[in-house]
């Protein structure tokens, strides 16, 4: 299959190594965070579900299906993306990457590509995980999927810029250390933000993972802590301004060059 102007070969190049370079390390990139999510139901859907029975109706244990999915998403998406951009950096191969017959978004499709797959495999198989535990029902299948795959996508697109971004191993782990899962055990990953009271409510609708989880979580349950439509808008601005980003990057070649 060709397509008139895409250089597949190269796209499916860099998307092969990506993915070779996850088996190489399958504990840390697969097992890892489905024995993770495990200990997350055993001591918050065992501890804390036996005293709050639910949430809007919905069982503790169920409620946090969703929230739990999307903090691996976001990590994972973010880790696997930066490390693979940053990886050439600190080899000195980017130089190699840059001057290959292959253009920007070719480059991109197949580093975000991979780390999006990887994602939303890790979110699949942490989702048939929790069936183990509590009931699981997905009221609106589709949105569950398209929510994953633009989530994944967006956030897959950030950590490319945070990989280019980083000038070290230091900085490539503190932007996930210290802003995405901060912002993602705040956004309502286990809990409704409606529990909250004012002014905390209102202060957490700036945490844009906010919209991400509830929009995640809508399509499990058919209700969320916002509309379903700011939800979409969100994640697709996000990812949006992400694409605009790379743009100017490769543009410019900040911290490319040099």
């Keep these: 299959m060709t397509v008139p102007g895409m250089n597949l070969h190269g796209i499916w190049a860099i998307y092969r190594f990506e993915m070779a370079r996850s088996l190489r390390t399958l504990w840390q990139s697969l097992i890892g965070p489905v024995l993770t999510t495990s200990l997350y139901f055993i001591v918050f859907g065992g501890a804390i579900g036996s005293r709050m029975q639910n949430v809007d109706g919905v069982s503790y244990g169920s409620f946090i299906v969703p929230g739990l999915i999307m903090l691996s998403l976001l990590t994972q998406s973010v880790g696997n993306a930066s490390i693979g951009i940053y990886f050439p950096k600190f080899t000195g191969t980017i130089f190699e990457l840059l001057s290959a017959p292959i253009s920007t978004i070719e480059l991109v499709i197949g ?33 569950m999927i398209a929510f994953l795959l633009l989530t994944s996508v967006a956030f ?15 900085q490539l782990n503190f932007v996930p250390l210290l802003l995405i899962t901060p912002l993602t055990f705040l956004g309502g990953s286990f809990y409704s933000i409606d529990m909250l009271p004012q002014p905390w409510r209102t202060v957490s609708l700036f945490n844009p993972v906010v919209y991400l989880v509830s929009g995640f979580r809508w399509s499990f349950f058919g209700r969320g802590d916002v509309d379903i439509a700011l939800s979409l808008g969100v994640t697709l601005g996000f990812l949006v301004a992400c694409l605009a980003v790379i743009a100017w990057i490769f ?3 900040w911290r490319l060059k040099s």
Excluded: C, R
Aim: proline share 4%; net charge neutral.
């Design 111 to 143: 580093y975000v590509g991979a780390a999006a797959t990887k994602s939303v495999v890790i979110g699949a198989i942490i989702l048939a995980t929790s069936a183990f535990f509590v009931p699981v029902v997905v009221e609106h299948p589709l949105a």
């Design 156 to 170: 897959s697109l950030f950590g490319f810029i945070l990989g280019i971004w980083a000038n070290s191993f230091e």
């Design 251 to 253: 543009k410019s070649g």
